[in-house]
């Protein structure tokens, strides 16, 4: 049987595990990452998720690999507080 041009003989990739906690606060849901990789893409989430043509949802970073997502009113309250309007 032929093979589709740059088929490896490996099998498919096992999924990352991930170490990370997930813990739903009053006002948010705060995501601990520990896989560079998640840091990486939910910082690239900051800038689309953060854009100024959505008031909602808020995700926020701080202390480093700890974010938060907030939703309705809570994210209009963090956005006020860091100055976003």
Known sequence: MA???GATARGPREPEVSRGT???EE???EL???????IKVLRRWLGR???SA?????LVEGPPGRFRLYVGEAAERVRTRH???
Do not use: F, K, M, W
């Not at 601990?32 to 998640?38: A, K, L």
């Not at 959505?54 to 808020?58: A, D, F, L």
């Open 3 to 5: 093979r589709a041009r």
């Open 22 to 24: 997930v813990r739903v």
């Open 27 to 29: 006002e948010c849901l």
């Open 32 to 38: 601990d990452v520990t896989s560079p990789r998640e």
């Open 49 to 51: 998720v953060n854009g």
């Open 54 to 58: 959505h008031s909602q949802p808020y």
């Open 83 to 85: 100055g976003i309007l």
